[in-house]
């Protein structure tokens, strides 16, 4: 399934450039939680094509930070959502906040076992 | 090209929009954002960017639509637009390819590979300016060499004529000549190249030659088209060919020799207003090896004016719901109400109440008219 966090590939894809990964995870972190009520919002509202597009562009946007599980994750999400299944997609939402909460915690304390 | 290029980024992700904006920002690119397609074209239109970097997936706005109406607009069309998108689906990379794309990267970015492709768009970009730029002053000189083997009217003071010519391009397909060839007698030729370009430039150029060894005394009209045949055709490109009008006026007895060529009919207005079309039936010459050619005489009388004119007067915006012979009668029409002018500022007001704007030109315009 991939790891919380695969920095290596980050760094790769950004020349080795720390600082910016270092401005890229913040962002990601600092914004994700808007990004996920919008979701939450159109699956609620059963709105399905908002809710596609939302869970493409968390997937994208956790693929950009390469958080791996996470990015897994929203990429069910998607499928599901695209298969128009509006309960499993409810279902798997606390999922995809409890693989971010992991991922906030890992870059936080990177060294601790999780 | 802008010095640094400038490069507008449409993405609605804002990890998207920090790494592709930092990573090109280091290179010493300058960037602008924009949210999603909306946007993107309000601000391609004010800032002209020399690349865009464009999302699929966005709100309000997707890339592909975003690139259908950006590719509208005649300022943005030559901006090369790349695609930024997760999918690495064949068919998304060829739709958006289809719909103008020159490439497509997937996502997430890499930023070696995103400054690479990068690269090469901007020297591609350049290359075409540069091309453009030398192709423009290429036809702008062939404009000069043009307009000078164009004769004016104070040039042959005495032939009695005005002449409107606007060329489209630069290199115009249109020549006109006006040449003295015995006392008070005056030749008057008008043909029309296809294309516009520089062959028909050249071409132009040759009929320059031909007609001032053969417009003469001696020869008739018929001789002249027959030259034209025998020397200028075997050298034209295939699929070129000309149509042409030609008259020798003689000002002292006003009989008129006329000859066309798969050319409009030449008009005679006479002061009563009555309007005449002169026209012989001969093909388009270079189209086929052995047009017939003949040519018909007329006499008419002090006053009168006669119009020749190549098809751009006849094709135009505003003939769009006229046919030929319709667009002929407008001529004629509007030559009538103008009569009362003096004959340089009646071709101009002709050209200009038939045209309307020059916008409406779709073909080079030459009206040549003179008064016996």
């Known amino acids: 399934m991939g790891s919380i966090f695969n920095k290596e590939a980050l760094l790769s894809r950004l020349e080795g450039d720390e600082e910016l990964a270092q401005a890229v995870v913040d962002v990601f972190i600092s914004d994700f939680p808007r990004q996920l009520q919008a979701l939450r919002e159109a699956i609620e509202n059963g709105n399905t094509k908002d809710a596609i597009r939302y869970a493409h562009s968390i997937k994208g946007a956790s693929a950009n930070v390469s958080a791996e599980r996470l990015q897994a994750v929203a990429l069910r999400l998607e499928k599901i959502l695209k298969d128009g299944d509006i309960v499993s997609a409810l279902e798997n939402l606390p999922n995809l906040e409890e693989e971010f909460k992991k991922f906030a915690e890992f870059i936080k304390n990177p060294d601790e076992e999780l | ?372």
Request: charged residues 25%; hydrophobic residues 45%.
């Open chain 2, 1 to 372: 090209m802008k010095n640094p290029p400038l490069i507008l980024v449409v993405d609605d992700s804002k990890t998207d929009r920090l790494i592709i904006g930092n990573v090109l920002k280091k290179e010493g690119f300058s960037v602008i954002f924009a949210e999603d397609g909306l946007k993107a074209i309000e601000i391609a239109l004010a800032n002209q960017p020399d690349l865009i970097l464009l999302d699929v997936v966005m709100p309000k706005l997707d890339g592909y639509k975003t690139v259908k109406l950006l590719k509208k607009r005649t300022s943005l069309v030559d901006v090369p637009v790349i695609f930024l998108s997760a999918s690495d689906r064949l068919e998304d990379k060829v739709k958006g390819l289809d719909l103008g794309g020159v490439d497509y990267i997937t996502k997430p970015v890499q930023s070696a590979e995103l400054l690479a492709r990068i690269r090469v768009h901007l020297k591609i970009k350049e290359y075409i300016e540069r091309l453009q730029f030398l192709q423009r002053e290429q036809l702008k000189n062939i404009e000069i060499v043009q307009r000078s083997i164009l004769v004016k009217p104070e040039d042959v003071p005495k032939a009695g004529f005005a002449v409107y010519y606007n060329s489209l391009t630069g290199a115009g397909g249109d020549f006109y000549d006006v040449v003295e060839i015995g006392d008070n007698i005056y030749g008057f030729f008008l043909s029309d190249v296809t294309g516009h370009d520089l062959k028909a430039a050249f071409i132009t150029s040759a009929l320059k030659v031909i007609i001032k060894q053969n417009f003469n005394v001696i020869n008739t009209l018929t001789d002249l088209f027959s030259s034209i045949q025998n020397i200028l055709c075997p050298f034209m490109p295939e699929g070129m060919f000309l149509s042409a009008a030609a008259m020798k006026i003689n000002r002292n007895t006003y009989n008129i020799n006329y000859i066309t060529a798969g050319h409009p009919p030449i008009l005679i207005i006479d002061r009563n207003r009555n309007v005449k079309m002169l026209k012989t039936e001969a093909d388009l010459l270079c189209a086929f090896s052995n047009a017939s050619l003949s040519e018909h005489s007329g006499v008419f009388h002090k006053g009168d004016r006669i119009l020749i004119y190549s098809d751009g007067l006849l094709e135009h915006e505003n003939s769009k719901h006229l046919n030929i012979k319709q667009s002929i009668e407008l001529i004629a029409m509007e030559a009538v109400k103008l009569w009362d002018l003096p004959l340089n500022l009646f071709v101009n007001r002709l050209v200009e109440s038939i045209i309307g704007d020059k916008s409406n030109q779709k073909d080079d315009i030459t009206l040549l008219a003179v008064e016996l």
